[in-house]
């Protein structure tokens, strides 16, 4: 069981520098296996103080698990609370997977002063035209009908070296999150790629700030290993 450990890294990068700076690991959850076993073994009646008191021993350590147990995304929210209560990087923004993207963490981060960057799922829906639509959709549509709207862009990510990137970008609403500014990035000058889509707060980036923002991101891979995490 220890391959399916949940672990969320953080780390704080630039160029010169890749530190690991808060670490949790959780282990893997039973309750599903314990909640089976606990309605096979139920009892209508428990005429003996004894058997009761038993039954009571056995569903306490299941009731404890379920409480203590955290969803990846209340980690998140956890570690970004202690970095910023520390202080230690009061200039540095965030960039995160799109799996731990909640109303709860873009709201901390905002409140700090501070900006963050997330890749978005493509089936999330934005407002378009005066529609909901999937973001994939849309991307589609313009390569297929407007592809001179993706323009070429050059970024030094976090190596250093720069990079070609085919962009649009565009402040766009997006649903329960509001107005937020929205990056499709093909790395495929033909946009013949599957696009990533990038999502931050500050609308008043650029395109390549974003990009070389989410670059940095990568640097928590050399932390994780052959486990899963955020």
């Given at each position: 069981?220890?391959?399916?450990?949940?672990?969320?890294?953080?780390?704080?990068?630039?160029?010169?520098?890749?530190?690991?700076?808060?670490?949790?690991?959780?282990?893997?959850?039973?309750?599903?296996?314990?909640?089976?076993?606990?309605?096979?073994?139920?009892?209508?009646?428990?005429?003996?103080?004894?058997?009761?008191?038993?039954?009571?021993?056995?569903?306490?350590?299941?009731?404890?698990?379920?409480?203590?147990?955290?969803?990846?995304?209340?980690?998140?929210?956890?570690?970004?609370?202690?970095?910023?209560?520390?202080?230690?990087?009061?200039?540095?923004?965030?960039?995160?997977?799109?799996?731990?993207?909640?109303?709860?963490?873009?709201?901390?981060?905002?409140?700090?002063?501070?900006?963050?960057?997330?890749?978005?799922?493509?089936?999330?829906?934005?407002?378009?035209?005066?529609?909901?639509?999937?973001?994939?959709?849309?991307?589609?549509?313009?390569?297929?009908?407007?592809?001179?709207?993706?323009?070429?862009?050059?970024?030094?990510?976090?190596?250093?070296?720069?990079?070609?990137?085919?962009?649009?970008?565009?402040?766009?609403?997006?649903?329960?999150?509001?107005?937020?500014?929205?990056?499709?990035?093909?790395?495929?000058?033909?946009?013949?790629?599957?696009?990533?889509?990038?999502?931050?707060?500050?609308?008043?980036?650029?395109?390549?700030?974003?990009?070389?923002?989410?670059?940095?991101?990568?640097?928590?891979e050399v932390?994780?290993?052959n486990r899963?995490?955020?």
């Amino acid at each position: 069981m220890g391959r399916f450990q949940t672990v969320v890294t953080a780390v704080i990068a630039n160029r010169q520098l890749i530190e690991g700076i808060d670490l949790q690991i959780q282990e893997p959850s039973v309750c599903e296996e314990e909640a089976t076993y606990l309605k096979a073994t139920v009892q209508e009646s428990y005429t003996q103080m004894e058997q009761a008191r038993e039954r009571g021993l056995e569903l306490l350590p299941h009731l404890q698990q379920r409480l203590a147990y955290k969803k990846r995304t209340e980690m998140v929210v956890e570690i970004v609370a202690s970095i910023e209560e520390e202080g230690q990087f009061p200039q540095a923004h965030y960039a995160f997977d799109k799996g731990v993207l909640t109303l709860a963490l873009t709201r901390l981060i905002e409140s700090k002063g501070n900006h963050g960057v997330s890749e978005l799922e493509s089936s999330r829906h934005i407002q378009w035209s005066g529609q909901w639509r999937r973001i994939a959709e849309v991307a589609a549509e313009l390569r297929r009908e407007q592809p001179e709207s993706f323009r070429m862009v050059r970024v030094r990510c976090r190596t250093g070296e720069p990079k070609p990137f085919g962009v649009f970008t565009n402040t766009v609403r997006l649903n329960r999150y509001g107005r937020k500014r929205m990056v499709m990035v093909h790395e495929r000058a033909a946009l013949t790629d599957s696009p990533r889509f990038l999502v931050t707060d500050a609308r008043h980036w650029e395109s390549g700030r974003i990009i070389e923002t989410w670059s940095f991101r990568w640097a928590a891979e050399v932390f994780h290993g052959n486990r899963s995490g955020g």
